[in-house]
Structure formats: C-alpha cells, structure tokens
C-alpha cells in the first residue's frame, strides 16, 4: 500500500517569500504521478500542480515548481513570490492506475499562511 | 462550465438518525469519487463509480453507508444510523474516464452528529 507523509503540519512567511512544502512517499510502483492539492477555507480542492514518475525535468506552473526526487521518493511544492491568497491547506497526494482510473491517496496535509 | 455541485453544505443531526448527501458532477464525467475528509487528515476514498458501476467500495463501511449513481450521472451517498465519529467533511469529486484526467473536487458537506 502506498503512504505519503507531510512532516510540516503548519507553515507561516511573509508576502513575497519563497517557502518550500515537503512531501516524502512510499511505494512499490513503478507508474505513477504526484500531485500537490490545495484547500482554501471554502473546502473546494484545487490542483496546483501535478508530476508524473516517469519525467526527469520538474513540473511548473508559474509561480508553482516541483522538486522531485524519484530514488528518495520525495517530492516537494515550491512557491515564489507568495501572496495571500496562496493561504490554504496544501495535501500532497499519490496517485496510480486502478481499474480504469485514477486513485489518490493524500497525505496530512500542511497548513500554509501567507502574512501581510 | 459549471463545477461539482453538492448538498447540502452543511448538516447537523442527532446520533442514530440517517443522512444522505447528494452530488452532481461535472457534465460528461464518466468517474466519480466519494471521499471522507476528517479534521486536519487528507481526503479519504470510500467509492468510486465508473458510470452506474461501483468498482471500487473496499473502503465503504457497508454496515451503515450506502452509495448509488443512478443513470450514471447524478450520485447520493447515504449513512444510517449515524454516528458520533462519522463528523466530517464528505467530498465528491469527477473526473472523465481514464488515469491521466484531473478530478475535480466539489466543496463539500460539513457533517456534524451530535
């Protein structure tokens, strides 16, 4: 069974900081992606950004990168230039193939505040 | 193009009574997922649909939840009796068929049992 662990229960930097998300997995596959999911207080999940295991170059989404690190099986969200809206909790999630679609398994989740 | 709606948004009830939640997914999403989310935890599978057909409910406490998704679109996601410990978020999400499509969450059902 696949685990994903997210060791920073909360997380707090000022506007315009960088700040870095951990992410570490365990499994036995050899296909599969990663994703970075966040939640603002409205519930709704938001994929930010997604990997897939089989790609070297890390993914980016604008201020939102990615630094995969296949053989530690660590996989952490970075993002630039924060901003307030960017506060949320943020779930690292794994994901595989199984009959016929996707399943995820999230992690704890990491509280994220942006501060003015 | 309209989101995952659900119903309600939240919902208070006494132990021991029923609750059912209701979810319309995208349009055209073959998939769709039924997820617990406790306080503080990340989103938990309880079942997944490909149309009409559960294919995936090893998670579904069966003794007291229940699922359907009839004619494959709209989907209700039942509890009876309820439970103190069954206080959550419940979430639903869809996604077209196939591994490599995004799901798309709703905003989910606050439960509260009392």
């Known amino acids: 069974a696949q685990t994903v662990t997210q060791s920073q229960p909360e997380m707090s930097v000022q506007e315009a900081e960088t700040v870095t998300l951990s992410c570490t997995y365990d499994?036995?596959?050899?296909?599969?992606?990663l994703f970075w999911y966040k939640q603002p207080p409205s519930r709704q999940m938001i994929l930010v950004i997604r990997q897939e295991a089989y790609k070297q170059q890390n993914a980016t989404e604008n201020r939102f990168s990615v630094n995969f690190q296949k053989a530690a099986k660590s996989f952490s969200l970075k993002i630039s230039d924060s901003q307030l809206g960017d506060t949320a909790m943020y779930f690292c999630?794994?994901?595989?193939?199984?009959?016929?679609?996707?399943?995820?398994?999230f992690g704890q989740g990491t509280r994220l505040t942006i501060n003015p | 193009e309209a989101g995952v709606v659900q119903s309600p948004r939240y919902k208070i009830i006494e132990k021991k009574q029923p609750v059912a939640f209701w979810c319309n997914p995208i349009s055209g999403h073959n998939t769709l997922y039924w997820y617990l989310q406790n306080l503080g935890q990340g989103p938990e599978l309880l079942i997944r649909y490909e149309n009409e057909e559960a294919v995936d409910d090893s998670q579904l406490p069966k003794d007291r939840f229940s699922a359907e998704r009839l004619k494959g679109v709209d989907s209700t996601l039942k509890i009876q009796p309820a439970e103190l410990g069954d206080s959550a978020v419940y979430l639903c999400?869809?996604?077209?068929?196939?591994?490599?499509?995004?799901?798309?969450f709703g905003p989910g059902t606050r439960l509260t049992v009392l």
């Open positions: 999630a794994f994901g595989t193939f199984s009959q016929g679609a996707q399943k995820l398994v």
């Open positions: 499994t036995s596959e050899s296909n599969y992606y």
């Open positions: 999400a869809s996604s077209p068929q196939g591994f490599y499509n995004e799901q798309f």
